[in-house]
């Protein structure tokens, strides 16, 4: 991947308003940014490695210097998402002084959370930044997982969109994430600067019901539908959800007693998950 140097250098705005007179200071980074990860495994340290060039360019803008040359470097970067101040923000970096030739960069950080990803500056120079084999590592205890992204659509204007798993993960359960996204207008300028929320929480979905295997008949779980309510029994000690067909969580609890009532006055297709048991009925 290449990034160009070009905005580290030039595309700067200070105090910038937008159409609604919020001031902001803007500077565009050619960067690369992963999705966002639970990186707070192994109390928030990481390892990080990744192959870089960066060439030597003119900066044919400057020619009161008589058109200097510089050498792009980079910066990575462990960002993390700060909930006071609606964004993520820089928690440690590491400068990178490259050459015109690939070489491999290592990093190693202490301060990952829940919410982080990892970001590649180019800096220093006009020129381009040449991305390759970004490899994280982190150990994990037994029974942790990570949680990384089959599909990832940034920049989507719908506000719907369908989407059509790979091979082999149709039939699983899996988790789906939003981020807001605005352009803003600047004022008195010919462009738009784009802003970006945090990602919401996950938000477990599970496989379409013709992925989904019934309880066998002689289960001690069963589900009925009795008027607007949907009771489940032989749960104590479970954790009991509901959801409809698309795999929406409508209810889920923790349930002490050895039945379970969900209200559900909309007819059709629902599902119940009971610990890992899952059965389906139509109201």
């Known amino acids: 991947m290449a990034l160009d140097g070009w905005n580290y250098f030039y595309d700067v705005v200070k105090n910038v308003h937008d159409v609604d007179f919020v001031t902001y200071d803007i500077k565009k980074y050619a960067k690369l940014e992963t999705p966002e990860f639970d990186l707070s495994k192994d109390e928030g340290r990481m390892h990080v490695s990744v192959d870089l060039w960066g060439t030597y360019a003119e900066d044919n803008l400057d020619k009161e210097n008589n058109y200097p040359a510089y050498q792009v470097n980079a910066i990575v970067a462990l960002c993390n998402y700060d909930f006071t101040l609606g964004g993520y923000v820089e928690a440690e970096t590491k400068h990178c002084v490259l050459s015109e030739a690939w070489n491999t960069f290592t990093a190693d950080f202490t301060k990952g959370t829940e919410n982080s990803k990892i970001v590649i500056y180019a800096t220093d120079g006009p020129g381009f930044l040449f991305v390759d084999n970004l490899k994280l590592t982190q150990r994990y205890e037994k ?57 919401s929480d996950p938000d477990e979905v599970y496989a379409a019901p013709t992925a989904i295997k019934d309880v066998t008949a002689d289960s001690a779980v069963k589900a009925s539908v009795e008027g607007d309510n949907i009771v489940v029994v032989g749960v104590a000690g479970e954790q009991v959800s509901l959801h409809t067909a698309s795999g929406a969580c409508v209810a889920t609890v923790k349930s002490a007693a050895n039945s379970v009532s969900f209200n559900a006055p909309a007819h059709g297709v629902y599902i119940v998950k009971v610990g890992t048991k899952t059965l389906k009925l139509t109201k």
């Open 143 to 199: 029974g942790e997982s990570l949680s990384r992204p089959v599909i990832f659509n940034p920049g989507l204007v719908q506000p719907k969109v369908d989407v059509t798993l790979p091979e082999g993960y149709q039939a699983n359960n899996y988790y789906q994430r939003a981020q807001a996204v605005s352009q803003r207008d600047v004022y008195l300028a010919t462009r738009q600067y784009t802003f970006y929320s945090r990602l």
